[in-house]
């Protein structure tokens, strides 16, 4: 009898060992889900390739023609081609977007659209370019802006307009000092300024590209 007790108290052992082991027994780590990126509508900007053709034919027909033209009878360039677009690497624009972003945060104003203009190389080439400039909305109108040497933003608008008179100025003093010693020729160095620009350029132009259009 006292064998069977014995027995009894063993299995019994056994089995809540084996419980225990059970409900302590380390599940394995469950593997986070991957969080789904969120879909990116198309913007209201977004146009056909018929759409887009046209107004590839457009500027064929109203604008590079005449530029060649132009190009042709001015500087007598018989191998003149119009620049029909403008490359920039897509990594170096968001690195640009990026920044513009940035630096208006750290100014505490809010972009308003990115403008593009109309450029030229002038030179030798004349080509054609276009550069960007991010804008901030002041009343009703949006203007192009920078980063002062004070780290607030400032109307491109305005520095130019300082930039033009002093350059006036600065013609004006030549010509009286050239007047007042004519065999001295006096150069103005150039201002130096801690502002930071946001314009951006820095594209490949030139003629159509052959697969595309």
């Known amino acids: 009898m006292k064998n069977i007790n014995s027995l009894k108290i063993v299995v019994l052992g056994l089995g809540l060992t084996s419980l225990v082991a059970c409900r302590t027994e380390v599940k394995p780590e469950e593997t986070p889900e991957k969080e789904v990126p ?7 900007g977004i146009i056909t390739l018929e759409e887009s053709k046209k107004l590839y034919d457009n500027y064929t027909r109203y604008r590079a023609e005449s530029i060649e033209k132009f190009e042709k009878e001015n500087f007598e360039n018989e ?5 029909r677009y403008t490359d920039f690497d897509y990594k170096d624009l968001k690195q640009y977007l990026d920044f513009v972003e ?6 505490d104003v809010d972009v308003s659209t990115v403008r593009v203009y109309y450029a030229n190389k002038g030179g030798k080439t004349h080509q054609n370019s ?27 608008k305005d520095r130019v307009r300082v930039d033009v008179q002093q350059q006036g100025a600065e013609v004006l003093k030549k010509n009286e000092l050239e007047k007042a010693h004519p065999s001295t020729l ?14 951006y350029n820095k594209g490949t132009s ?5 697969p595309d259009y």
């Not at 969120?38 to 209201?44: D, G, S, T, Y």
């Not at 191998?79 to 620049?83: D, N, R, S, T, Y």
């Not at 940035?102 to 100014?107: D, L, P």
């Not at 150039?190 to 620009?197: A, H, I, K, N, V």
């Open 38 to 44: 969120q879909k990116v509508l198309a913007p209201e």
């Open 79 to 83: 191998e003149f081609m119009a620049a």
């Open 102 to 107: 940035q630096a208006a945060a750290k100014a």
């Open 130 to 156: 276009i550069f960007f400039v991010p804008t901030l909305k002041k009343g009703k109108e949006n203007y192009g802006f920078y980063i002062g040497a004070d780290g607030s933003a400032q109307l491109i």
């Open 186 to 199: 006096t150069v103005s160095a150039p201002m130096l300024f801690d502002d930071q620009s946001l314009a």
């Open 206 to 210: 030139g003629p159509p590209p052959p």
